[in-house]
């Protein structure tokens, strides 16, 4: 499994969620995505017209075949397109990949308010298709407008492992400019296959690092000891000679236990059968039996409690030292997001499998870091 897994969606409860879960300020939130563009605004048939793609946005109540059916289009069509079912229901607000073009509708003159996505641990991305959709062989091409700021977005098609924030972070956009662009759910659920627009960007990201102030500026150098004065006399000891009366030094490494000699516990009992690779493992598996217990690996707060859409269960532990580790594979879960966790603790058990492991990640804001050096 990639780590797909720093899925951290499911976790949106409140106004104030950090959508990186990060935590604190300075440079560890939002602040450091690119400003976006304003959602765009579909026409008055729910359609977003670019020139080489449309795509359509759901009504309330439509399944893929009424939507396909009011736009004129072939529902199996549609349906293939998007990785759907004929049938299957639509989210109000939902967007869908058009399989051919439609005539554009008039524009609004009023935009629509914004998707309300308050209520609610990575391989390298695949790319976006870069192929442009072609107009239909028997009309001449279609006029149409670009809406969200005159740049046509880039299309990402949604592979198997990713979740929202990845394909957030691989574009340098907010979290939640991409739910908002896209219509996702409180729950900021994605499947695989699903065709997403990435928010237009309006600016570089602001640099966090300050600017190094000019050579001599800053506070004035200390003035040294004059060497006119002498030094007050000392009375010095040989060196490796110990004062009289010094008691002898504890052996530290008698006393080590394992609970000292690593900062974070193994949290789960087994081998490691994938070791640490930035690019094409993010962390390391540890191969377990199915229905051992998983334990956290330090003291913290259940941070987010979701899924990958694999429907792999992942638990995100926030720690006080500005770590955060993720553990995907988790089922029967025994704790739930807010809760405080105490090192050790078991928060579920190893998800069967074949064979069954648990992935386990340390991470530092977006970076991902060995586990190893933590668990030794």
């Known amino acids: 499994?990639?780590?797909?897994?720093?899925?951290?969606?499911?976790?949106?409860?409140?106004?104030?969620?950090?959508?990186?879960?990060?935590?604190?300020?300075?440079?560890?939130?939002?602040?450091?995505?690119?400003?976006?563009?304003?959602?765009?605004?579909?026409?008055?048939?729910?359609?977003?017209?670019?020139?080489?793609?449309?795509?359509?946005?759901?009504?309330?109540?439509?399944?893929?075949?009424?939507?396909?059916?009011?736009?004129?289009?072939?529902a199996t069509d549609v349906a293939r397109t998007n990785s759907l079912q004929i049938n299957d229901p639509l989210r109000e607000g939902e967007l869908l990949l058009l399989p051919g073009r439609v005539a554009a509708a008039p524009q609004p003159m009023v935009a629509t308010a914004p998707v309300d996505i308050t209520a609610g641990a990575t391989a390298a991305l695949d790319r976006v298709e870069s192929s442009a959709l072609p107009p239909p062989a028997s009309t001449k091409p279609v006029a149409v407008s670009t809406p969200g700021g005159g740049k046509e977005p880039?299309?990402?098609?949604?592979?198997?492992?990713?979740?929202?924030?990845?394909?957030?972070?691989?574009?340098?956009?907010?979290?939640?400019?991409?739910?908002?662009?896209?219509?996702?759910?409180?729950?900021?659920?994605?499947?695989?296959?699903?065709?997403?627009?990435?928010?237009?960007?309006?600016?570089?990201?602001?640099?966090?690092?300050?600017?190094?102030?000019?050579?001599?500026?800053?506070?004035?150098?200390?003035?040294?000891?004059?060497?006119?004065?002498?030094?007050?006399?000392?009375?010095?000891?040989?060196?490796?000679?110990?004062?009289?009366?010094?008691?002898?030094?504890?052996?530290?490494?008698?006393?080590?236990?394992?609970?000292?000699?690593?900062?974070?516990t193994m949290p789960a009992s087994g081998s490691i059968v994938k070791g640490y690779d930035r690019k094409s493992n993010q962390g390391i598996n540890i191969g377990a039996a199915a229905g051992s217990a998983v334990k956290a690996a330090d003291g913290g707060t259940v941070a987010a409690i979701t899924r990958d859409t694999e429907q792999v269960q992942i638990v995100v532990i926030r720690h006080s030292n500005g770590l955060m580790t993720v553990y995907a594979g988790v089922d029967q879960l025994k704790v739930?997001?807010?809760d405080s966790v105490s090192r050790g603790q078991q928060i579920g058990v190893v998800?069967?499998?074949?064979?069954?492991?648990?992935?386990?990640?340390?991470?530092?804001?977006?970076?991902?870091?060995d586990p190893m050096p933590y668990l030794q």
């Open 154 to 264: 880039t299309r990402h098609t949604v592979k198997r492992g990713e979740t929202a924030f990845i394909i957030a972070r691989a574009y340098n956009v907010s979290a939640k400019s991409l739910a908002e662009w896209n219509g996702l759910g409180s729950d900021m659920a994605i499947r695989e296959g699903q065709t997403l627009i990435i928010p237009v960007a309006t600016g570089a990201a602001p640099n966090p690092e300050p600017k190094p102030s000019a050579p001599g500026s800053g506070s004035a150098t200390p003035v040294p000891p004059s060497a006119s004065k002498p030094l007050p006399d000392e009375k010095t000891t040989p060196t490796g000679t110990k004062p009289a009366g010094t008691p002898s030094s504890p052996d530290m490494g008698a006393s080590r236990t394992g609970a000292s000699a690593s900062r974070m």
């Open 336 to 338: 739930k997001k807010g």
């Open 351 to 369: 998800r069967s499998g074949n064979p069954s492991f648990l992935h386990f990640e340390v991470r530092k804001g977006v970076d991902s870091l």
């Open 1 to 74: 499994m990639s780590c797909a897994t720093m899925a951290l969606t499911g976790c949106v409860n409140n106004n104030n969620f950090d959508w990186d879960l990060r935590g604190g300020p300075g440079g560890t939130s939002e602040e450091a995505r690119q400003a976006t563009a304003s959602r765009p605004v579909p026409d008055g048939n729910g359609v977003l017209s670019y020139p080489g793609y449309q795509m359509a946005q759901a009504r309330r109540g439509e399944t893929v075949a009424t939507m396909s059916s009011r736009l004129g289009l072939s």
